[in-house]
């Protein structure tokens, strides 16, 4: 059984930092797509960075406009975990972040196959 484990949410005051932890099991992604995506109360859930495999363990990474240069995702194949590094973060920031995984992923939620359950992310003014 395939599992997505994020971890790492919490509450932190406009301008705090946060890392987001998200654990596969049951398979390996090393060379899949991997994703983060965010919901706001009464939103959709929205795009945050997306991960390609590159080569060996370099991976890409597209990230929404909002985020750019204060988000970092990266990955590590040894503990098949998938991680974004939050900085400089904003009320705005606030939300469920779900970890998700795909052969193929894109921007949009429905091209992945493989959802965690989430993890709240509160950000305070």
């Known amino acids: 059984q395939v599992q997505l484990v994020e971890s790492g949410g919490g509450l932190v005051q406009t301008g705090g930092s946060l890392r987001l932890s998200c654990t596969a099991s049951g398979r390996t992604f090393s060379n899949d797509d991997m994703a983060w995506f965010r919901q706001a109360p009464g939103k959709e859930r929205e795009f945050v960075v997306s991960?390609?495999?590159?080569?060996?363990?370099?991976?890409?990474?597209d990230y929404t406009d909002s985020v750019k240069g204060r988000f970092i995702a990266t990955r590590d194949n040894a503990k098949n975990t998938l991680y974004l590094q939050m900085n400089s973060l904003k009320p705005e920031d606030t939300g469920v972040y779900y970890c998700?995984?795909?052969?193929?992923?894109?921007?949009?939620?429905?091209?992945?196959?493989?959802w965690g359950q989430g993890t709240q992310v509160t950000v305070s003014s």
């Open positions: 991960t390609r495999w590159v080569r060996a363990n370099i991976y890409s990474a």
């Open positions: 998700a995984a795909a052969s193929q992923g894109g921007l949009r939620p429905h091209t992945y196959d493989y």
